[in-house]
């Protein structure tokens, strides 16, 4: 009994596995997008095809941790000034989306369907919520988060994901039941802004030194742990006070956006992010009930329509009114088409307060879950309707240390790079795995992240796949090696510049196809220089000497490239010979 119940177990996650590995490539294959595919499996393997999932709910609980860590990714790439500078669009778009949007659609029910009033009003509010992690998941796949449709959406989604607390307590409000909850007004609300309180003063003095610590003394797999620690440390006491445990999530992210330890905390994070959010939207599409579709596929087509348009139309207006062009407002109001997840739990709430019935609820989570079926199609409208204006790609994008220029390593060589490049103005973005290197950099005027550029997640993280240019400069050979094999074979069209440790090193590098710098040669040119100074030479006579032996050592590092010397079989098998040949041999000691 006891071998069965736990094979039982591990067959659960065997299937949604293979279900992920099966339908996700096939429907990016068809063009469709990862989420549809995610969505199209959970309703193949819910209780309402296959019956492999009898219980939904059971996989739901985790997987809406797939939200909580993706909002706190998403925290990570902002930070409290490019928040601020946010704030019209959070605050009065945002607001001004799910007011708006929830009162005009909330005259479907009360008008079309004959729903009561309170019903109606929590049915529009909970429609005019969009999905934050079908919208930024779409958005990602699309390289479009940092795009002007993608900022202005993103703001909407973090007001509706805010609203849902006030949404929450109007539930209460408008229930006909008696409050089961006998806290005062006063105290909930001072439990939440002690909450967020708590959140504030540990990111901002607690979290980067104890990072710090771990990174000295702890095992790579602890900071994956501590990362994971502080996101649902951060998410579980919010949902402790009443508050989303997306929007702790959300704010321990912007709290650490200004930390070193950025890049690696969100490269800890995301395969988790990504698998639990696969997962969320298999449960989307296990809570399907087709028999609900079946029975009201009309009603629900029509109202999926209506929804569609009434939305779209209202986020459009409402984007040209606070500033923004045609082609942003088009894109930005088709992605916001859909319901979103959180209706869910508002539905849930209002079902359980006698707001609305059961029945009803039902009817608006399958709503809610066709919406979402048909945003990646008519999101692809875009193009059609925003065409005669399409929306300005910004050439760069530099805010949160997003630079055009990676910089991996900032030892001796990395600091002086970086001033050069800093005085021509190039944005950089800076990376080393030393804790002391990172701490110490404050001086230079440039803030580095820690990060193993050793490790793909991390440079990928860091900006790898989109910098005009990757220099790096780190100090051993066998490091400097293994990062420009990976770069080159995951962005070989991103250029390079290297530090290289001799000639030997050179010669390696540049079979694969990069610009190297030797880390002695020019110090030893200038050193040679300055002794013939010293000896007498004039200015131009050392500046001549400097230069020609540092051609002939080019043309030396081309032929032996090449192999063409004729003096070694194995080109890195090299042995130093000299550039001007000696007057006379020196007798051996």
């Given at each position: 009994m006891a071998d069965t119940a736990h094979a039982t177990s591990l067959l659960e996650p065997v299937v949604l596995l293979a279900t992920a590995v099966i339908a996700v490539p096939l429907a990016k294959r068809a063009g469709l997008g990862s989420v549809l595919g995610y969505i199209a499996a959970g309703v193949a393997i819910g209780p309402s095809v296959l019956g492999l999932f009898s219980e939904p709910g059971r996989v739901s609980g985790i997987a809406e941790l797939g939200i909580v860590l993706l909002l706190f990714i998403i925290g990570l790439e902002l930070n409290l000034g490019r928040l601020w500078s946010m704030r019209r669009d959070i605050l009065g778009l945002g607001t001004a989306q799910v007011v708006v949007s929830g009162a005009v659609i909330a005259l479907y029910p009360l008008l079309v369907a004959g729903r009561s009033l309170p019903a109606s009003i929590i049915a529009g509010l909970g429609l005019a919520l969009s999905s934050t992690a079908i919208v930024m998941q779409m958005l990602q796949e699309r390289g479009e988060v940092e795009s002007p449709h993608g900022r202005t959406a993103f703001a909407v989604l973090l007001m509706q994901d805010l609203a849902i607390v006030p949404l929450i307590a109007l539930v209460a409000v408008l229930s006909p039941l008696p409050s089961a909850d006998d806290t005062p007004a006063w105290l909930a609300a001072a439990q939440m802004l002690a909450a967020v309180a708590a959140v504030v003063l540990a990111g901002r003095f607690l979290l980067s030194p104890f990072f710090g610590l771990l990174a000295r003394f702890g095992a790579p797999e602890i900071m994956t742990a501590a990362a994971l620690l502080v996101v649902l440390g951060a998410a579980g006491l919010m949902q402790l006070v009443g508050l989303s445990m997306a929007a702790g999530a959300f704010l321990a992210g912007v709290l650490l956006a200004e930390s070193s330890y950025r890049h690696e905390l969100e490269a800890d994070i995301e395969p988790f992010r990504g698998l639990l959010l696969g997962l969320f939207f298999l449960s989307v599409g296990m809570s399907v009930d087709l028999a609900v579709v079946r029975d009201n596929l009309l009603s629900l087509i029509v109202a999926a329509t209506v929804l569609t348009i009434t939305k779209t139309l209202v986020m459009y207006g409402?984007?040209?009114?606070?500033?923004?062009?045609?082609?942003?407002?088009?894109?930005?109001?088709?992605?916001?088409?859909?319901?979103?997840?959180?209706?869910?739990?508002?539905?849930?709430?209002?079902?359980?307060?006698?707001?609305?019935?059961?029945?009803?609820?039902?009817?608006?989570?399958?709503?809610?879950?066709?919406?979402?079926?048909?945003?990646?199609?008519?999101?692809?409208?875009?193009?059609?309707?925003?065409?005669?204006?399409?929306?300005?790609?910004?050439e760069e994008d530099f805010s949160d240390a997003r630079g055009s220029v990676l910089l991996i390593g900032f030892g001796r060589v990395g600091q002086m790079a970086a001033q050069v490049l800093l005085r021509h103005g190039a944005a950089l973005t800076i990376i080393d795995s030393d804790v002391e290197q990172v701490e110490a950099a404050a001086r230079f005027g440039a803030r580095v992240h820690y990060g193993d550029g050793t490790r793909l997640d991390v440079l990928r993280a860091a900006g790898a796949g989109r910098v005009r240019l990757i220099a790096v400069c780190t100090d051993r050979q066998e490091t400097t090696t293994r990062i420009v094999s990976i770069l080159r074979e995951a962005y070989p069209d991103t250029p390079l510049v290297v530090r290289s440790f001799d000639r030997r090193h050179s010669l390696e590098l540049l079979s694969h196809g990069v610009a190297e710098v030797r880390e002695t040669l020019e110090s030893a040119l200038l050193l040679g220089g300055q002794a013939l100074r010293q000896l007498g030479a004039s200015e131009d006579e050392a500046g001549a000497a400097i230069r020609y032996v540092r051609d002939r050592d080019r043309q030396r590092l081309d032929a032996q490239l090449q192999g063409d010397t004729g003096d070694f079989q194995d080109r890195y098998r090299i042995r130093p010979e000299p550039l001007q040949q000696p007057a006379k041999q020196a007798a051996p000691l």
């Amino acid at each position: 009994m006891a071998d069965t119940a736990h094979a039982t177990s591990l067959l659960e996650p065997v299937v949604l596995l293979a279900t992920a590995v099966i339908a996700v490539p096939l429907a990016k294959r068809a063009g469709l997008g990862s989420v549809l595919g995610y969505i199209a499996a959970g309703v193949a393997i819910g209780p309402s095809v296959l019956g492999l999932f009898s219980e939904p709910g059971r996989v739901s609980g985790i997987a809406e941790l797939g939200i909580v860590l993706l909002l706190f990714i998403i925290g990570l790439e902002l930070n409290l000034g490019r928040l601020w500078s946010m704030r019209r669009d959070i605050l009065g778009l945002g607001t001004a989306q799910v007011v708006v949007s929830g009162a005009v659609i909330a005259l479907y029910p009360l008008l079309v369907a004959g729903r009561s009033l309170p019903a109606s009003i929590i049915a529009g509010l909970g429609l005019a919520l969009s999905s934050t992690a079908i919208v930024m998941q779409m958005l990602q796949e699309r390289g479009e988060v940092e795009s002007p449709h993608g900022r202005t959406a993103f703001a909407v989604l973090l007001m509706q994901d805010l609203a849902i607390v006030p949404l929450i307590a109007l539930v209460a409000v408008l229930s006909p039941l008696p409050s089961a909850d006998d806290t005062p007004a006063w105290l909930a609300a001072a439990q939440m802004l002690a909450a967020v309180a708590a959140v504030v003063l540990a990111g901002r003095f607690l979290l980067s030194p104890f990072f710090g610590l771990l990174a000295r003394f702890g095992a790579p797999e602890i900071m994956t742990a501590a990362a994971l620690l502080v996101v649902l440390g951060a998410a579980g006491l919010m949902q402790l006070v009443g508050l989303s445990m997306a929007a702790g999530a959300f704010l321990a992210g912007v709290l650490l956006a200004e930390s070193s330890y950025r890049h690696e905390l969100e490269a800890d994070i995301e395969p988790f992010r990504g698998l639990l959010l696969g997962l969320f939207f298999l449960s989307v599409g296990m809570s399907v009930d087709l028999a609900v579709v079946r029975d009201n596929l009309l009603s629900l087509i029509v109202a999926a329509t209506v929804l569609t348009i009434t939305k779209t139309l209202v986020m459009y207006g409402l984007s040209r009114a606070f500033g923004h062009d045609h082609g942003t407002s088009v894109r930005a109001a088709l992605l916001l088409s859909q319901g979103g997840e959180f209706g869910f739990v508002l539905y849930s709430a209002a079902a359980t307060a006698g707001v609305m019935l059961t029945d009803h609820a039902s009817l608006l989570v399958a709503l809610v879950t066709l919406s979402m079926l048909l945003t990646p199609f008519v999101s692809r409208l875009a193009p059609l309707l925003a065409r005669d204006a399409a929306a300005a790609e910004p050439e760069e994008d530099f805010s949160d240390a997003r630079g055009s220029v990676l910089l991996i390593g900032f030892g001796r060589v990395g600091q002086m790079a970086a001033q050069v490049l800093l005085r021509h103005g190039a944005a950089l973005t800076i990376i080393d795995s030393d804790v002391e290197q990172v701490e110490a950099a404050a001086r230079f005027g440039a803030r580095v992240h820690y990060g193993d550029g050793t490790r793909l997640d991390v440079l990928r993280a860091a900006g790898a796949g989109r910098v005009r240019l990757i220099a790096v400069c780190t100090d051993r050979q066998e490091t400097t090696t293994r990062i420009v094999s990976i770069l080159r074979e995951a962005y070989p069209d991103t250029p390079l510049v290297v530090r290289s440790f001799d000639r030997r090193h050179s010669l390696e590098l540049l079979s694969h196809g990069v610009a190297e710098v030797r880390e002695t040669l020019e110090s030893a040119l200038l050193l040679g220089g300055q002794a013939l100074r010293q000896l007498g030479a004039s200015e131009d006579e050392a500046g001549a000497a400097i230069r020609y032996v540092r051609d002939r050592d080019r043309q030396r590092l081309d032929a032996q490239l090449q192999g063409d010397t004729g003096d070694f079989q194995d080109r890195y098998r090299i042995r130093p010979e000299p550039l001007q040949q000696p007057a006379k041999q020196a007798a051996p000691l």
